[in-house]
């Protein structure tokens, strides 16, 4: 079955520190992959896609993420947080072809001021 | 204003009870989803139809129910089956094309609470 881990559950950084969020995905066919971002009481939004191309990948708000095919990983970064980035990190997989997309258990980020 | 709506934000309800949890959208997308957050579990799939009058069982759609008469409406069913319902639902839609336009939209969620 395929599955996605994101090893850290938990992130504390300062403001300003550099932000790295792994995933990892377990399936070896064609996906597209994504990382969605829960601000407190808000919803679930898009923070950047990769369907193809350019394996680097720039979202909104200054974040990014590169695909790195031969270690099935879709790795978040940022270079410099703010308050504001404290949030729930997802990442996500979709198969190509399906309609499903299956979920990272997810990465709490608190960035302290 | 293009969107998912979902009523109510709270919900409460007694054990043994069913309760039918209301999702809207107006984006005009053939998809939807339902998914359920736990903390440290992240988003599990219940429920998914890819068009009117028609439906597929997600990961976990034991003591769920769905139906999709309208292209804009896919309420889920939490039945006294459901041997965990206390959690946070969310309800997605997207469209079904195969290019990058792909991508799911969130509603503000569900939060129920069965005692």
């Known amino acids: 079955a395929q599955s996605v881990s994101q090893h850290n559950h938990h992130v504390i950084l300062s403001e300003a520190a550099s932000l790295e969020l792994g995933c990892n995905y377990s399936y070896g066919g064609t996906v597209n992959l994504f990382w969605y971002v829960q601000y407190p009481g808000q919803h679930l939004q898009l923070l950047l896609k990769y369907f193809s191309g350019d394996p680097l990948v720039k979202g909104i708000k200054g974040f990014e993420a590169e695909f790195i095919k031969s270690k099935f990983s879709f790795n978040l970064r940022k270079p410099s947080v703010q308050w504001s980035d404290t949030a729930e990190y997802f990442c996500a997989v979709r198969r190509t072809g399906f309609q499903k997309l299956v979920f990272g258990t997810g990465t709490r980020l608190l960035v302290s001021p | 204003d293009g969107g998912i709506t979902q009523s109510p934000k709270y919900l409460f309800r007694k054990e043994g009870q069913n309760v039918t949890l209301s999702c809207e959208q107006n984006?005009?997308?053939?998809?939807m989803y339902w998914y359920r957050q736990d903390p440290g579990q992240g988003l599990r799939l219940i429920y998914y139809?890819?068009?009117?009058?028609?439906?597929q069982k997600g990961d976990i759609a034991e003591g769920y129910s769905v139906s999709r008469e309208k292209k804009e409406s896919f309420p889920l069913t939490v039945t006294s089956a459901q041997k965990n319902p206390t959690a946070f639902y969310l309800c997605?839609?997207?469209?079904?094309?195969?290019?990058?336009?792909?991508?799911?939209?969130f509603g503000p969620g569900t939060r129920l609470t069965v005692t």
């Open positions: 139809s890819q068009i009117v009058n028609d439906f």
């Open positions: 984006l005009n997308h053939d998809a």
């Open positions: 997605a839609s997207s469209t079904r094309g195969q290019g990058d336009s792909y991508e799911q939209y």
